[in-house]
């Protein structure tokens, strides 16, 4: 080609560009003065704050869970690793501490491209454009020159407003990386399971490859697109000479490693969780939990939650290996625990069932079931309220109870034994530790109704109380939540604590927002409080007889201490073995455990023909529980009030114990 030839050639293209530039710049004032009034304020910004995570924590400061709609956590440019921020820079604004927001070089040969392709097809935006892109103030995302005109704006604002460390850092927590992660510190959380500090630099050219096609180069769905990406990537680090060639290819040798955060970090207290999340939300609303990044002290220890998921998975495990016929197919039994400080009234573990992801159904503070006979001990709280001792005694044999119905007729009731077994001659003590129905039918017919209800109420539960004499055998629901933070007041010398889960609430700068404190009042006196502590102490440790001697492999385990662990409880078993229940205590710790099935079928009998009851089923999860929560430390006695006595295995108020006892 003649070298004349090539001039003109060159001369004409170049009067086209020039005509087109003019062109669009023409086209570029005149859109710019049209909606300039209408652009938004960058005063906005002032008033902008980033959506960001609530976290949850346990009661060693741990991090227990986070809630937002979109996985956010703010971090210091000074945290953000060099080689992150680099990567960046390299993919997308090679050139971004040298403009003032508009990258003039590349937006010609951006916009030259768009206008041969006769259609806008992206590209060219800086940093700080893109920052103007994904803040909340009004510019969209249609692909318009009217919108790359508008972002261009905001970005000039912004970079006479911000310096260029704080757009960095601005951006840096502002990308999207991925469903839901926005910002690099939840990207690297979501990829590789670690903070962003502890990126390596070929985890650090990931990040930035996901950020230019978040759907398109996800690493976890489509690796062999993804790792093009880091690779050129790091080219890019190495032209800019951000690395050497030594780390260059050692970089692009190293696999992706994707470790998820959930598989580095074991999640666990999920029902909790909700638990609390429901609270948050009940007052703070939606918005403000999911988007407002509050800071929530709770009061759930780590170990202790552990212990109780564990104790669940290995009770349930062996319940469905021992009964026979097994379940019929589709019936899956669930349990609940929940673990109270009686003093605080602290909640430290909660399990609502078998499986959160499965069934999101609390059953520690949603299901509401029958107590059986774990409601009995109420029923003598009040007997020795009235003047009864431990040493009273009532006949034990079938009868019956006639009553007038709601409707005025005439009913009869003939209340019996579990497995129809009757002993005859009973004391208080000897009917409480062997759970008989009958003398508890009739000693609450000496006390009362009306009493036995209000006692109750005062002690912890707060669902209705049926008005009727099947009460004794635990007719009337409850939750496990209530039931247990009833027995803690046994625990407490008679003093009641509110359940509490949340401590306090801060919003992201740290100033509390709410604080909960201990909510305690007298609702039984500390001498009955001990009195069934007392009996609730025999239940476990009177031999045969006693229906939670099987919680006997925490008390008296002589591989872990030579002295006996004090600690009250009483089993629960509903009519055809539909609710399991044992609910005990120590004077640091009590704990409920429930296990039964959400459709109300019962529990069977295992291979040796015994039925499965609260003593088989729910007590030995409680017994593993307390064995792992509380093993490795000093057992602590119960406090005796000064006018109780105790005399042999009796205990009585001073001047009601047996005359030779009080003699001697």
Not at 22 to 43: K, L, M, N, T, Y
Not at 83 to 94: G, T, V, Y
Not at 407 to 418: A, I, K, R, T
Not at 554 to 568: K, L, M
Request: hydrophobic share 40%.
């Amino acid at each position: 080609m003649a070298p004349e030839y090539r001039k003109r050639k060159w001369r004409v293209w170049l009067f086209v560009i020039a005509a087109m530039l003019a062109a669009i710049s023409g086209a570029g004032v005149g859109a710019f003065a049209a909606f300039i009034q209408e652009s938004p304020q960058i005063r906005l910004l002032d008033e902008w704050r980033p959506s960001v995570n609530t976290r949850i924590y346990s009661a060693d400061g741990s991090v227990l869970a986070e809630l937002a709609e979109e996985k956010r956590t703010l971090v210091r440019l000074s945290e953000v690793p060099l080689n992150l921020q680099h990567a960046f820079i390299a993919a997308e604004d090679k050139r971004f501490y040298d403009h003032w927001g508009i990258d003039f070089l590349a937006l010609s040969q951006r916009m030259l491209i768009n206008l041969l392709a006769r259609r806008i097809t992206g590209g060219a935006s800086t940093i700080t454009q893109q920052l103007a892109r994904n803040l909340p103030i009004g510019i969209g995302w249609e692909r318009t020159y009217s919108r790359k005109i508008k972002e261009a704006f905001i970005a000039l604002q912004i970079e006479r407003k911000f310096t260029k460390d704080e757009i960095l850092e601005l951006y840096l927590n502002q990308i999207t990386l991925g469903w839901p992660a926005r910002g690099v510190e939840s990207g690297a959380r979501k990829y590789f399971g670690k903070h962003v500090g502890q990126l390596t630099l070929a985890e650090c050219a990931t990040l930035a490859a996901v950020a230019n096609a978040p759907t398109r180069l996800d690493p976890d769905k489509h690796p062999e697109r993804t790792i093009p990406r880091r690779n050129y990537v790091l080219r890019l680090m190495l032209e800019a000479k951000y690395i050497s060639n030594s780390e260059y290819r050692e970089a692009i040798d190293e696999p992706l490693n994707l470790r998820p955060y959930e598989a580095v970090n074991e999640r666990y207290g999920e029902y909790f969780v909700e638990y609390v999340k429901q609270q948050l939300e009940a007052r703070y609303g939606y918005d403000r939990v999911f988007q407002g990044g509050l800071v929530v002290e709770t009061t759930l220890d780590p170990a202790m939650q552990r212990a109780a998921e564990s104790a669940i998975k290995n009770g349930l495990a062996r319940y469905e290996r021992d009964r026979i016929p097994p379940a019929p197919e589709g019936k899956v039994a669930q349990a609940a625990l929940i673990a109270i400080q009686p003093s605080t009234g602290y909640i430290k573990a909660m399990v609502g069932g078998r499986d959160f992801k499965k069934s999101n159904f609390n059953r520690v503070v949603q299901a509401h079931r029958q107590p059986g006979s774990a409601f009995k001990p109420f029923i003598w709280a009040v007997g020795f309220e009235k003047g009864f001792t431990a040493s009273d005694t009532f006949y034990d044999a079938p009868y019956d109870y006639p009553y007038h119905d709601p409707d005025g007729e005439l009913v009869v009731w003939s209340p019996q034994n579990f497995e129809e077994e009757y002993f005859g001659i009973s004391t208080l003590r000897q009917a409480l530790v062997r759970s008989q129905n009958v003398v508890a039918v009739k000693l609450l017919t000496e006390v009362g109704l009306g009493p036995v209800v209000r006692f109750a109420h005062k002690a912890g539960i707060e669902s209705f109380i049926d008005r009727n004499y099947s009460i004794a055998l635990g007719t009337s629901v409850v939750t496990p939540l209530e039931l247990t933070s009833a027995y803690a007041t046994f625990a407490n010398n008679g003093y009641h604590c509110k359940p509490i889960s949340i401590l306090r609430v801060k919003d992201p700068d740290g100033s509390i927002l709410a604080e909960n404190t201990i909510q305690e009042r007298e609702a039984m006196r500390s001498d009955v409080a001990y009195l069934v502590t007392h009996l609730l102490r025999a239940v476990i440790e009177d031999g045969i007889h006693a229906t939670g001697r099987n919680a006997q492999a925490f008390t008296n385990d002589e591989s872990r201490t030579s002295v006996i662990r004090p600690a009250g409880g009483k089993t629960g078993t509903t009519e055809n073995c539909v609710d399991a229940w044992f609910v005990g205590y120590t004077p640091d710790l009590a704990v409920g455990v429930w296990v039964g099935y959400d459709d109300n079928i019962s529990l069977g009998e295992n291979s040796q023909g015994l039925k499965m009851t609260g003593g088989r089923v729910a007590c030995p999860i409680w017994a593993e529980f307390m064995t792992k929560a509380l093993g490795d430390k000093q057992p602590k006695h119960f406090t005796i009030p000064d006018n109780v006595v105790v005399v042999g295995s009796q205990a009585y108020l001073r001047g009601t114990e047996p005359e030779a006892a009080a003699t001697s």
